[in-house]
């Protein structure tokens, strides 16, 4: 009579006192270990689980734990000037087989399926509170959605994507409005955006943004060209 069993992760076709090694087994020394997932009996009949036999079982004890032998591990890059050598020894278990059990094992029975834990359902958030939260968001979308519609204030040179931006935070969203913005009050807005923006000289800005809303592209470009980095 013999099996086939599953043990650690490996199939091993096995009989009653026969010694095996196997991978590192937790059990201690001298204790007995079932193994219940077998997937084949030879008892004069064949029987096949699928994919392991309800009821059958294969006892073992563990004789002791060892190392296997030692196997060495090179490796090598050809003209790299690469070589590694290492050697290892698996950690193995000994068992020896006391028995097998075709059916009628009790470790075998299907466990009770434990009844799913009850989630409290969460509590609804009280409508009162959500509502200014939905409010102000709706009201800043809206904002957003009917925000005026300006002119590309980058074509003015010295005036990056960021600088645009705070510019329109400010109010100023077309070449016109730029051009009647006071430079004092450029600074301040470059001043209050942070440090990198600080630096920038808006001297020139609302001179290009004159040219820029009459429409004088050319004069703008032949400024531009003649004047580095739109400083005066």
Do not use: C
């Not at 099996?3 to 009989?15: H, L, P, S, T």
């Not at 270990?33 to 997937?39: A, S």
């Not at 008892?43 to 079982?57: C, L, M, S, W």
């Not at 020896?96 to 434990?114: D, P, Q, R």
Request: glycine letters at 8%.
């Amino acid at each position: 009579m013999y099996a086939i069993v599953e043990i650690a992760g490996q199939q091993f076709k096995v009989a009653k006192d026969q010694k095996l090694f196997v991978h590192r087994l937790k059990e201690d020394e001298g204790a007995a270990v079932t193994f219940e997932n077998v997937l084949l009996i030879d008892d004069g009949a064949v029987t096949i689980g699928a994919p392991a036999i309800e009821g059958a079982a294969v006892t073992a004890k563990v004789v002791k734990h060892l190392k296997g032998d030692k196997v060495i591990v090179f490796k090598k890059k050809r003209r790299k000037g690469y070589k590694l050598r290492n050697g290892h020894r698996q950690y193995l278990t000994e068992l020896v087989i006391e028995s097998i059990v075709a059916s009628g094992h009790k470790g075998s029975a299907k466990k009770k399926v434990a009844a799913p834990k009850k989630v409290a359902p969460k509590k609804e958030v009280k409508a009162a509170a959500v509502a200014p939260a939905v409010a102000k968001t709706t009201k800043k979308v809206v904002k957003k959605a009917t925000g005026k519609k300006g002119d590309d204030l980058k074509k003015v040179e010295g005036i990056g994507p960021k600088i645009a931006e705070h510019f329109n935070n400010a109010g100023i969203f077309t070449f016109e409005e730029l051009a009647n913005t006071e430079v004092s009050k450029l600074q301040d807005i470059l001043t209050a955006a942070g440090p990198r923006y600080r630096m920038h000289n808006p001297g020139s800005w609302p001179k290009q943004a004159r040219m820029a809303a009459d429409g004088n592209w050319d004069e703008l470009k032949a400024w531009q060209d003649a004047h580095d980095k739109g400083i005066e």
